[in-house]
């Protein structure tokens, strides 16, 4: 077991209406703390999905654990091998190194608040998503920077036959 002691001086405080929102229907990521806010503690970000969006494609973290807190809707949350469905409340954890993914459930939108602990800066990683979707930068380019962010893709079967 390691232990962070993380490294800041005063609390951390983000206004909604002051946190950069990549995206917007059917997908937006509202940007809330980088690692670099919490002293390397996590990273933490809020995800809203549409109806039957996709959140994240299969990946894994080697050095962080992804945390899972449905805000509101239903969500399916791919774990190694299992999809759970999670509903309003409910909380997820996915160690590292475990492939993971989520998608809104079926019929269902998704409030998700997600963190990352321990922290990864990860901002910068949403908004190349967001110059992927805008034809910015193409899907390959995640290649370049999956060490940079731990953020490494796979396949899944569980995830690609789930519906």
Do not use: C
């Not at 109806?51 to 080697?62: F, Y």
């Amino acid at each position: 077991m390691s232990l962070l002691i993380p490294k800041f001086d005063s609390s951390v405080v983000v206004r909604a209406a002051e946190a950069e929102t990549i995206g917007d229907d059917p997908v937006a990521v509202r940007l809330l703390a980088d690692s670099s806010a919490s002293g390397g503690a996590l990273s933490t970000v809020r995800v809203t999905l549409a109806e039957g969006a996709d959140g994240a494609h299969p990946h894994l973290h080697q050095r962080s654990a992804e945390m899972f807190f449905l805000l509101d809707g239903a969500a399916e949350i791919l774990s190694g091998d299992d999809v759970v469905t999670a509903e309003r409340g409910d909380l997820v954890i996915v160690p590292p190194g475990r492939p993971h993914a989520f998608a809104a459930g079926p019929g269902t939108g998704a409030d998700i608040l997600v963190v990352i602990t321990p922290g990864v800066e990860r901002f910068e990683y949403f908004r190349h998503l967001q110059r992927i979707r805008l034809g910015e930068a193409g899907p390959e380019s995640l290649l370049e920077v999956q060490d940079l962010y731990d953020n490494h893709f796979l396949h899944s079967e569980a995830w690609a036959g789930r519906r």
